[in-house]
């Protein structure tokens, strides 16, 4: 069964039978609550689950991407005594389900993948990434500023062990893999799709694609790494980092952005430590700067510049991808509203 | 974990420790496992002083049987300045040897000129050591050394003693000098002058602070080397040494993983690579 259907009452049942089971459910939650944004219509945070009524599958996007999961923010790599003589690695050892995730994260992770397991490989990422079962859901809003239907990344191939699409009554499921079908006999009343509810599916998803068009970039993505050619000097970089805070935040929140600082840290008795990784950013004053002072990327229009370099050049000449997927977190959460790929990539592509 | 982790460093103790100036101490250090590292010249290691951190350091000691190998160090930031504090016996991390290394094979029968600025002189000293201990496989060998003050300069009795050699050619200078300084004092292109070259058998092999590769490549330029004929080492920012992390990143290219040896011919039009 590749493509099945589970009613809706029965996905309420297969999640509550994951947690029965005691498997560590996260999920998206509506924090609009607690938002601080007056009029906000939707604040959606990804965080463990413990019973369906607080999970929504109806979001538009996340604040932060699930790549927390994957890659956490404080991830521990190695345990040391400092006399030393003992230093071991730590291994991922939580199974992790992650229930509701939109094909551009999925697109994103799928990249993360790729990244982490280039030789030399990174085998704590690659650890949690094997403990780590993703259960797609395809958006059927968009998020103002998200554009991820012109950035190929309205629908996603693989990644995923479980697909789900919302087609009214019921959700389609396409299965992902083997971890995907066993999962799917959990799904109480679970069937085979008929015909006309694949293509029900196509329907849905034309539909949000359509949404999402609202906002997108005036041409194909593929022609983005040709179009940065030679775009070095161009005076948008200088122009709208002006107004760069050099705070991080685009890079915080986008799905594709992996960059990390490792470091140590000791016990309060002096006799123990611990190495950790945490996430770092390319728009911070001091990414690259070394030991003595020097900053191989001191000025800030060079740092804004790398990042959109990175999103539409370098990453696909290393990987053969590009890494913006289009979700849209960068745009709306700059303070300063100069991160929005849609606003440089237009431009340059008007050559103005 | 079913596979190893990357980051696990492995045991090395500091067997002996000399001091080369008031801010750079040389280390040599034995592998706790008594195997060799496996280097080649211009290679770096992740130097771990646990509970401080970790950071590059290039391997400034000639590959040989011997498991002990040698890192200069100066004191710069949290990592070097708490192995300064270090002492004989005191064990530490080691994970590497990362990145690309000096041609050395592909030099055999070439003339080479070393141009080592400050602490450029240490990756550098692991390839002149090993083409002095394979003297015939080598053309002629000039070695141009620039260090800010005469206190600065490091490896003083072995540079003098390289001095001494028929075989090679040793030029150095101070850009300033002090009371008992009787040589040339000036930036090392000021070198470039008092000597010719051959530019289709020369390579000028490069490693020195930032500001200095604009000027000693154009010095080499103009003696009729060729872009091609120019190999120099980068320093960048390489917390992981796997080509994850992205600090050392040089536009596309990740310095810890294409580098931190290139050919000048294949970086000079790349943004960010030498400023």
Partial sequence: ?352 | MGSPSPYLPGLATIMKIEEQTAMEKLFMLRPNDGKPLGHKPGQFVEVSVFGVGECPISVSSAPNKKADFEICVRRAGNVTNALHNLKAGDVIGIRGPYGTHFPVEDLRGKDLLFVAGGLGIVPLRSFINYALERRKDYGRIIVLFGARTPADRLFKAELASLARRPDLEYLETVDVGDASWKGNVGVITTLFPKFTIDPKKTYAVMVGPPVMYRFAIAAARAKGLADDHIIVSLERKMKCGLGKCGHCQMGPVYVCQEGPVFNFAAIKNLEEALS
């Fill in chain 1, 1 to 352: 069964m590749n493509l099945a259907i589970i009613e809706k009452e029965g996905l309420r049942l297969f999640l509550a039978e994951l947690l029965r089971r005691k498997n560590t459910v996260v999920g998206v939650k509506d924090q609009s609550a607690v938002s601080s944004i007056p009029g906000d219509s939707g604040f959606y945070t990804y965080a463990p689950i413990n019973s369906p009524e607080e999970m929504t599958l109806s979001f538009d996007v996340t604040l932060i991407p699930p790549k927390k999961y994957l890659l956490p923010a404080y991830e521990q790599l190695l345990t040391f005594n400092l006399s030393p003589g003992s230093i071991k690695a730590d291994a991922p050892k939580e199974e992790l389900i992650v229930f509701g995730v939109h094909p551009y994260d999925i697109i994103a992770i799928n990249q993360m993948d790729k990244v982490f397991s280039a030789v030399p490989q990174d085998n704590h990422y690659l650890e949690r990434r094997k403990r780590t079962t993703i259960i797609g859901i395809d958006p059927v809003k968009a998020a103002p500023r998200a554009f991820w239907s012109s950035m190929g990344a309205d629908t996603v191939a693989g990644g995923f062990d479980l697909m789900l699409t919302d087609i009214g009554q019921c959700y389609v499921t396409e299965v992902g893999s083997k971890k995907g079908a066993s999962l799917l006999k959990m799904a109480p009343g679970a069937r085979e799709a008929a015909p006309a509810e694949a293509k029900e599916r196509d329907k849905v998803r034309a539909e949000a694609r359509k949404r999402c068009d609202a906002n997108r970039l005036n041409f194909s993505y593929l022609e983005l790494p040709s179009l940065l050619d030679g775009k070095e000097e161009h005076v948008i970089w200088e122009e709208k980092s002006y107004l760069c805070f050099s705070c991080g935040t685009c890079n915080l929140v986008c799905p594709t952005c992996y960059c990390f600082d490792v470091r140590d840290d000791v016990s309060i008795d002096l006799k123990k430590g611990s190495r950790y990784r945490t996430w770092d950013g390319c728009l911070l004053s001091d990414f690259a700067q070394v030991a003595g002072g020097g900053n191989f990327r001191g000025h800030r229009a060079d740092r804004y510049r790398h990042r959109f370099y990175r999103k539409g050049q370098f990453i696909y000449r290393r990987f053969g991808d590009i890494a913006c997927v289009g979700c849209g977190r960068c745009s709306a959460q700059c303070p300063s509203d100069i991160a929005d790929p849609v606003a440089v990539f237009n431009r340059l592509k008007e050559g103005i």
